[in-house]
Nanobody, 123 residues
Framework: QVQLVESGGGLVQAGGSLRLSCAASGRTFSRYAMGWFRQAPGKEREFVAA????????YYVDSVKDRFTISRDNAKNTVYLQMNSLEPEDTAVYYC????????????????WGQGTQVTVSS
């Protein structure tokens, strides 16, 4: 069992930056690949980024490539999402999730989810 707690969301102007953090409980954090998803009002949950267990590989949805960076610190049981050049279209609740699977972009492949943190980008 893994418990995930996101933080770092907030209100930012377009062009600004935010850094989301996701702290995991337990001693098995390094066994999981980690992902970030987001859900805007009236829309389906969308894959944003993922990172493999050792941090050696990362994956992104095209709309955030070159703007967002996912990273992890296994010693701190934490995964991060650095978001730069934010756009109003990035407004959503952001969720972190943990998976044993290699289907990184598929929400149903994730075993554990955080409660989400709101990111609002004003124009």
């Amino acid at each position: 069992q893994v418990q995930l707690v996101e933080s770092g969301g907030g209100l930012v102007q377009a062009g600004g930056s935010l850094r989301l953090s996701c702290a995991a409980s337990g001693r098995t954090f390094s066994r999981y690949a980690m992902g970030w998803f987001r859900q805007a009002p009236g829309k389906e949950r969308e894959f944003v980024a993922a990172i493999t267990r050792n941090g050696g590989s990362t994956y992104y949805v095209d709309s955030v490539k070159d703007r967002f960076t996912i990273s992890r610190d296994n010693a701190k049981n934490t995964v991060y999402l650095q978001m730069n050049s934010l756009e109003p279209e990035d407004t959503a609740v952001y969720y972190c999730a943990a998976t044993y699977s290699t289907s990184y972009s598929r929400a149903h492949a994730y075993n554990f989810w955080g409660q989400g943190t709101q990111v609002t980008v004003s124009s």
